[in-house]
C-alpha cells in the first residue's frame, strides 16, 4: 500500500538556525498539507498547497516557514530560522481528490 | 467557531468494554467527520469517517454516531482490546477545503 514517508525522523538544531523538513506524499495526489503537533497537544494544520501553490495557510505559518514542491515529488516545509517553541512533531499530509488525508509518520523537531 | 472539543481527555477501559468518545463542533460549514488514531511516535492513522447525510456508521468494532442538530458526533469502541490502547483525535472539515481542525485527543488505555 503507497504511504507518506517523511525525512528525516528526528531532527535537533540550534535556536535561530534554518531546518528544512521533507516529504515524498503518494504519487497520484493532489493536495498537501504541513501539520504539527507539540508533545501532548492536539495536531494543528500548517499550511496547504495544491496546483504549485499555497491554497491555503494558518496563523501559525508566519513569515518564517515555507513550502516547496522542488521537482514533482518531493514536498518540503522549511523554517528560516528556528524558535524553541517550534519544537513539535510535523506530520505532512496528501489527499487525493474527494477522500481523506493520508499522514507520514512525522519528523520530531526539537530546537535547543 | 473552528474548535472541535473533545471529551474525556483519558478514558480508562477494561477489556471487553466499550470506549466512548465524543467531540462538538460549531462550524455549520463543517461537512466531513473522521476519527483518527494515533500511536506515540507515530502519525495519525484514520480509523473511520462520516458525512452529515447519515446518523451512524459502522465498520467492525467502531462506529461513529452523529447528530446534526446539537452538531455532536462520538465514536463507540465495541469489545475494546489493550491493543485499541492509543490516542483518539476526532476532526472535521469543511470539504471544500480538505483542512482538518483536530479536537484535542483521547488517551485510551484498555486493561487487560
Excluded at chain 1, 535537533?12 to 531546518?19: D, H, I, L, S, Y
Excluded at chain 1, 497520484?28 to 504541513?34: C, D, I, P, Q, T
Excluded at chain 2, 492509543?86 to 485527543?105: E, M, R, W
Aim: overall charge neutral.
Amino acid at each position: 500500500e503507497p504511504e507518506v514517508t517523511q525525512t528525516p525522523s528526528h531532527q535537533v538544531t540550534q535556536m535561530g538556525q534554518e531546518v528544512i523538513l521533507r516529504c515524498v506524499p503518494i504519487s497520484n495526489h493532489l493536495y498537501f498539507y504541513w501539520y504539527r503537533q507539540i508533545l501532548g497537544q492536539k495536531v494543528e494544520f500548517l499550511v496547504s498547497f495544491y496546483n504549485n501553490e499555497i491554497s491555503e495557510k494558518s496563523e501559525i505559518f508566519d513569515d518564517q516557514f515555507s513550502v516547496e514542491r522542488p521537482d514533482g515529488s518531493n514536498f518540503t516545509l522549511k523554517i528560516r530560522s528556528t524558535k524553541l517553541e517550534d519544537s513539535a512533531m510535523y506530520f505532512c499530509a496528501s489527499i487525493p481528490v474527494g477522500q481523506t488525508p493520508f499522514f507520514g509518520p512525522g519528523t520530531r523537531l526539537t530546537v535547543l | 467557531q473552528q474548535q472541535v472539543k473533545q471529551s474525556p481527555q483519558s478514558l480508562i477501559v477494561q477489556k471487553g468494554g466499550i470506549s466512548i468518545i465524543n467531540c462538538a463542533y460549531e462550524n455549520t460549514a463543517f461537512d466531513y467527520f473522521p476519527w483518527y488514531q494515533q500511536f506515540p511516535g507515530k502519525g495519525p492513522a484514520l480509523l473511520i469517517a462520516i458525512r452529515p447525510d447519515v446518523s451512524e456508521k459502522k465498520e467492525g468494532r467502531f462506529t461513529i454516531s452523529f447528530n446534526k442538530s446539537a452538531k455532536q458526533f462520538s465514536l463507540h469502541i465495541m469489545d475494546s482490546q489493550p491493543g485499541d490502547s492509543a490516542t483518539y483525535f476526532c476532526a472535521a472539515s469543511p470539504d471544500s477545503s480538505y483542512k482538518l481542525i483536530f479536537g484535542s485527543g483521547t488517551r485510551l488505555l484498555v486493561r487487560p
